[in-house]
């Protein structure tokens, strides 16, 4: 038995199996877009621990960073015992965020409490209960993150009751809506929102509308600048909030900082996590000044929320991001991803759309073009392919027929090149 076979065998022992796994990878070590596994083994990562390491693994900065951070202090308590790299964290967040308005910022753990946060904030400020949301989002899993998330198995079954006064509209999916046709799909959106506030609920009595600028867990569905434009257009009519969750396409995944920059997407709350401290567990709820300060002292915060380690390591990363070629590698990355992708699209009929922006792309499979019928067992067997060949992917999707990339932005050139091979060949062997 290896020591990988080893270890799962006492994780099955220990652990939930609700704690899902999608490889049987055990790591030992990792740097850039690799992972040594514990019997020495490398694996190529597309998945980028869900979207958190589009720096890499271990960039040198970052993990000096947090060196040096741990040899004066772990904790204090930002309530309890302010420290300098909080302070200047919450003001490189307001800077670096879209928007040329005055901001604050505070830290959570997750990016679930970011979400929990980003509605506390919103309803104190509105007075109002209301939160519109949108089909195929995917905003975490605590009570207000799963309530807000579309799928229901696994995500919501058997975990009610949800969290009140949640509506959900589409999202304007042009792939599946309208044959491609995005102009088609965001005016259904938005009639069908329209028709919402005649039938659903109270336009008034909506705090605000949470999305994210391109769909993650959904399966990689860029929204579009018109859409966003007319729905803030729309919702501001009746004062509702914008909260821009940035948690899987920020931070340089869509080939700008914040997918918010490339769509001009105007807000009033934004969330942050994943990418921002290049694994270390921390996110950002950064929003309009006034409507931040709205909340009563103590209202806002936490035990470990902005954490000296994490604190450290995302100002490191947030250098990378200034002083690097980052988002410059997430473009091209991007484009080599996409450009092998419609190859696959010509070459295989089981790839119904290729999709996404800047480095953020996926595929998505189905059986058959017209139908449109998704293809989720062959992604599955897609998935158990690559895994095979130790290239670490994980899929997406309501329906778990898409295939996400995920991989760091500056991943190395013959690396990309060798997983797309593995993804063709699997794409091959199930075709
Ligand atoms: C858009 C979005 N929002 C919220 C979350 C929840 O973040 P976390 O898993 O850190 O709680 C995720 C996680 O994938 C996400 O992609």
Redesign the pocket.
Known sequence: MTRSEELKKLRDKAIPKAVFQVSPCVADHAKGSAIVDVDGNEWIDFSGG??VLNAGHCPEKVVAAVKAQADRFLHTCFHVSMFEGYINLAAKMNDITPGDFEKKTFFAN??????ENGIKIARQFTGRPGVLCFRDA????TLM?MSLTSKVAPYKQGYGPFAPEIYRVPFPYAYRMSDGDQKKANQMVLDDIKTAFKTLVDPNSIAAVIF?PVL??GGFVPGDEDFFKELRALTQQYGILSIC?E???GFGRTGELYAANALNIDYDII?S??SMASGMPI?AITGRANIMDESPVGGLGGTYGGNPLAVAAALATIEMFEEGELLVQAKETGEIIKEAFLKFKEKFPLVGDVRGLGAMVALELVTDPISKEPAAEQNKALAAYCISKRLSVITAGTNGNIMRILSPLNIDRAKLSEGLAIIEAGLESIS
């Open positions: 869900i979207g997750s990016g679930a409490e970011a979400v995917f905003h975490g899993r993150g994210e993650g867990e969750d948690i899987q396409s969330l996590a994943k996110s």
